[in-house]
C-alpha cells in the first residue's frame, strides 16, 4: 500500500499537512479521512495546510471541521484580490495576499487562515508562500503553539511581514538604481516604460498591504474569545510593522513618481535648449545668405561692385556681425 494511501492523501490532494498537536507538541498527522468527527478543545491543536485544493476538497474539509456554511462556505472557497477579516462567532477567516518576486516579476497569491479554537486552517492558492519552515520553527518550541490558533495565525502574519520588508529592501535598491540613472544619463523611452511598470507594480503591493493595518488592528480588539490577550498585542505589533512597510512602499511610489516628473522636464529643458541652439545658428547664417544674395542678383549697377576692396570688405562684413552674434548668442547662454 502507498505512502499517500495510507494518509489518506491523494495524489491530486491539496493536502500539505495535518497534524495534530496536544499541549504544544507534535502528536500525530491526522488524514482528511479521519478529520470528521474530530474533537476540539484548547489543550489540542489541529493544523490543516491546503494548496491549491479543488473546491470538493476544501468543502470536505470544511463540513469535517463543522465550518463554513452557505454564504460563509461561498466565501471560503472564492479566491480574493484583496486582504479581509469575517468574524463568524466561532471562528475567524482572514485572508491575506503573498506577494514574492520571480525573475524580476511580482508573483501574487492568496492564503486564507480560518481559524477557532483548537484548530487552524490555512489555504494557499496560486503564488503563496509556504508555512512549511514557521511550522518546523513552531514544533521546536512547543510552547509557542500551545498558546493557541490564534498565536500561531499571528506568527503566520510575522512572517509575512519578514517577506514584505524584504521585497521592500529589494524595490528601494531599485528605485534608488533608476534616480541614479536618471541623474547621469536621464530617461530614454525604454527607461520610462520600466519605470511606468514599477510604479504600476508599487500602486498594486500598496492595495495588498494597505489594508493588512487596519485587519490586524481590528483583530486586537475583536471581541472574540478566540483572541486571547497575550495574541491581542502581538496583532497590535503586526499592525505596527506593517504600517511602517505600507509607509515605505507609498514613499518608493512618490519617489518613481518625482523621477517620472523630473525625467519630462529634463526632457523639455533638452528640447528647448536644441531649440534655442537651433534658432541662434538659423539667425547667424542668415546674415552671410543675405548679402551672398544680393550679391549673386547680378545686377549692373551695384555698390563697390568694381572697388579693389569690395570683396574683402563684404567678407569681413559677414565675418564681423557673425562674430558678433555668436557672442551675444554665448553670453545668453543659447550656444
Known amino acids: 500500500m502507498s505512502s ?37 478543545d484548547s489543550a489540542r491543536l489541529l493544523w490543516v495546510g491546503l494548496k491549491d485544493p479543488s473546491d470538493e476538497e476544501l468543502i470536505k474539509v470544511c463540513k469535517d471541521l463543522s465550518i463554513g456554511e452557505g454564504a460563509a462556505l461561498e466565501e ?16 475567524i477567516q482572514l485572508v491575506a495576499v503573498t506577494i514574492t518576486k520571480q525573475n524580476k516579476k511580482l508573483v501574487f497569491g492568496e492564503m486564507q487562515m480560518i481559524f477557532g479554537v483548537g484548530f487552524v486552517l490555512t489555504v494557499r492558492r496560486g503564488g503563496a508562500m509556504t508555512n512549511s519552515s514557521l511550522r518546523e520553527r513552531l514544533e521546536s518550541s512547543p510552547e509557542l503553539i500551545a498558546r493557541g490558533s490564534d498565536f500561531v495565525v ?21 528605485v534608488n538604481q533608476v534616480e541614479q540613472k536618471m541623474m547621469l544619463r536621464g530617461f530614454r523611452e525604454t527607461d520610462i516604460r ?35 490577550p497575550d495574541s491581542r498585542s502581538y496583532f497590535t505589533i503586526v499592525s505596527d510593522r506593517i504600517a511602517r512597510i505600507d509607509e515605505q512602499i507609498h514613499s518608493l511610489h512618490e519617489a518613481l513618481a518625482f ?16 531649440t534655442k541652439k537651433l534658432a ?22 551695384m555698390p563697390e561692385l568694381k572697388w579693389v576692396f569690395g570683396y574683402p570688405l563684404s567678407l569681413g562684413v559677414m565675418a564681423g556681425i557673425c562674430g558678433f552674434l555668436y557672442w551675444k548668442f554665448k553670453k545668453s547662454g543659447w550656444l
Open 4 to 40: 499517500s494511501a495510507v494518509s489518506g492523501v491523494t495524489p491530486s490532494s491539496g493536502l500539505i499537512a495535518s497534524v495534530e498537536y496536544v499541549h504544544g507538541k507534535k502528536r500525530e498527522s491526522i488524514p482528511l479521512n479521519r478529520l470528521s468527527g474530530y474533537k476540539r
Open 76 to 91: 471560503i472557497l472564492m479566491s480574493h484580490k484583496k486582504p479581509k477579516v469575517i468574524d463568524y462567532g466561532n471562528y
Open 154 to 174: 499571528a506568527e503566520i502574519l510575522d512572517v509575512f511581514v519578514d517577506s514584505f520588508s524584504a521585497l521592500a529592501s529589494r524595490l528601494e535598491t531599485e
Open 194 to 228: 520600466k519605470l511606468y511598470k514599477q510604479r504600476r507594480d508599487l500602486l498594486r503591493i500598496r492595495t495588498s498591504i494597505t489594508p493588512m493595518v487596519e485587519i490586524c488592528r481590528k483583530i486586537a480588539v475583536m471581541k472574540s474569545t478566540i483572541i486571547e
Open 259 to 274: 523621477a517620472f516628473e523630473a525625467s519630462l522636464m529634463i526632457g523639455q529643458s533638452q528640447q528647448t535648449d536644441i
Open 280 to 301: 541662434a545658428w538659423a539667425a547667424i547664417l542668415a546674415v552671410p545668405t543675405a548679402i551672398a544674395g544680393i550679391y549673386g542678383m547680378n545686377f549692373e549697377h
